[in-house]
């Protein structure tokens, strides 16, 4: 494969830079917990019920969490008075859980036992909280080599075909996933229903009605990924499932998403500042705790820089790109999460009218597949300027998915030719694959043919964005990343500390919090 001659010292001096930056919100992620965290913490431990509120299914976590807060006990953590319950009451996390949803049991009314105590059942617990996601690993994993599972992170065997499916009804879903699938898609996404990300608690259960996607909820995740590893044997060929672990619930995707067996998770340390102006210091600190069982379970996430060129130009902002993909980077690593399951998003999302514009988008697919040689990087497709021409449409998929192969992308969003008409229908997507599969193969190994001129536009480019990509990290570690988010260092949006929704979700931890999965994981 055809590599830019960049310089290698600029590289480790953006990735010093990204640790830096990261130093004093990991002391912030480390000092508080958020209503998020608690609730995600239950649903390990086997809480995933729901009760009956104003006709609709309330998950219990929300139940016990809303009571928590409510006794101004949110700094404690909730294992200390769940686990003593557990003691005093004999009763399973789950019994308990249902009791405690349906006013049965008073948590706070329960004289507390021994510190002692509680802390080594709750070590407990969490331990085996903690190996129910390793034998759901366990279990995907098995079915992935059954079952010929070609994902290579670096990028070896070709992009994946990633395609999405978005009806609002999960079992429509699964037909439109199916027949995609057999089209020859090697992942799916389900898009989620519009909005989802700002509710503060996961809906319970099927759902069929949704807006713009599909609810992400645990029986929607078991009944899609049932599915495709039936799918996956009657093909020979693994198929993974994807959904989107951010917003107010970012904590509880992620863990529901290891417990059904997920396989890629949409998960970025800003995207839910930035784009659904949910508070900072929660998804900051949410999306720490997110990705401590994202790596437990070995589930790739996909990060989200390329929606920075839907609101910046796409020309002139490429740094801030690679700037977020530094950053998203260093918080993976503060997670313990490896190189080979951080899939750092970015998008062909330039003017099609813009002069040399395949060369300029050539040099940024090359860069982040050149500074990010471990990482299964995810490439989106144009949809700024697209419009109702179907047929441009499908030309502009096609270059596209040239760049792709060209640049050894490791994982491909298919472009739809309805993109600014429709939800994809049936065709749409087969029309979609059979593009990709066709310049895929016919280019496979066209990157090992070919060498860039030295010193020569592309190669400029590419150093530029390097350049501009120091300078901005420069500016976010001298004011301090949340003061540079206030003053519009990425995407041109602007956001408070302690402005957007979930603020009051957070809260510094007491002396006594108690939550032994932060060691465990």
Request: glycine content about 6%; some cysteine; charged content about 25%.
């Amino acid at each position: 494969m055809a590599h830019l001659s960049l310089d290698t010292k600029k590289i480790d001096y953006c990735r010093k830079m990204a640790e830096h930056i990261s130093k004093p919100i990991e002391e912030m992620i480390h000092s508080h917990t958020t209503v998020a965290i608690e609730r995600a913490t239950l649903r390990l431990l086997g809480v995933n019920g729901a009760v009956k509120k104003s006709g609709q299914w309330y998950p219990e976590v929300n139940v016990i969490i809303d009571s928590l807060q409510k006794a101004d006990k949110l700094a404690d953590g909730i294992l200390p008075y769940f686990v003593n319950a557990m003691i005093a009451k004999k009763m399973t996390a789950t019994e308990l859980g249902t009791a405690v949803a349906s006013n049965q049991v008073d948590l706070f009314a329960i004289p507390m036992g021994k510190r002692a105590e509680i802390e080594k059942k709750a070590h407990e617990l969490c331990t085996a909280g903690k190996q129910s996601i390793l034998d759901a690993r366990e279990y995907r994993d098995g079915i992935r080599k059954d079952t010929n599972d070609r994902f290579d992170p670096e990028g070896k065997n070709g992009p994946l075909l990633y395609v999405i499916v978005a009806t609002g009804n999960i079992f429509d879903d699964v037909i439109q996933a199916r027949a995609a699938a057999q089209a020859g898609a090697d992942a799916i996404a389900v898009i989620r229903s519009t909005a989802q990300s700002l509710l503060d608690y996961v809906p319970h259960g099927a759902t069929t009605e949704g807006f713009g996607g599909t609810y992400a909820t645990q029986e929607n995740f078991r009944i899609m990924r049932e599915a495709l590893d039936d799918e996956s044997r009657k093909l020979g060929r693994y198929i993974r499932l994807t959904n989107y672990c951010s917003g107010l619930c970012m904590t509880e995707i992620a863990a529901l998403g290891a417990l059904e067996r997920l396989d890629f998770l949409l998960n970025d340390a800003m995207y839910g500042i930035l784009f659904r102006d949910i508070n900072m210091k929660r998804t900051l600190i949410d999306q720490h705790f997110s990705r401590r069982i994202i790596a437990v379970s070995r589930i790739v996430i996909h990060t989200g820089e390329d929606n920075y060129l839907t609101t910046a130009d796409a020309v002139e902002n490429g740094h801030q790109v690679l700037a977020s993909q530094f950053i998203n980077e260093r918080f993976a690593l503060n997670a313990k999460m490896t190189q080979d399951l951080m899939g750092l998003g970015h998008a062909q999302e330039m003017d099609p009218e813009h002069p040399n514009v395949f060369l300029l988008e050539i040099a940024r697919a090359q860069m982040t597949r050149d500074i990010f040689p471990k990482s299964p990087i995810k490439f989106m497709p144009p949809t700024r300027h697209k419009s109702g021409d179907i047929f441009y449409s499908h030309l502009m998929d096609a270059m596209f998915n040239f760049v792709g192969v060209l640049t050894g992308q490791t994982i491909q969003l298919l472009g739809m030719m309805t993109e600014a008409m429709h939800t994809p229908l049936l065709q749409d997507r087969y029309a979609a694959i059979r593009n990709a599969r066709y310049i895929f193969n016919g280019a496979k190994d066209l990157g090992q043919e070919i060498t860039f001129k030295p010193n020569g536009q592309i190669e400029k480019w590419a150093e530029k964005v390097l350049d501009d990509t120091i300078a901005l990290l420069e500016t976010v570690d001298r004011k301090g990343m949340k003061l540079a988010i206030e003053e519009r260092a990425f995407a041109e949006v602007s956001r408070r500390e302690t402005g957007g929704k979930g603020f009051d979700g957070v809260a510094p931890r007491s002396a006594n919090y108690l939550n032994p999965f932060f060691e465990i994981l």
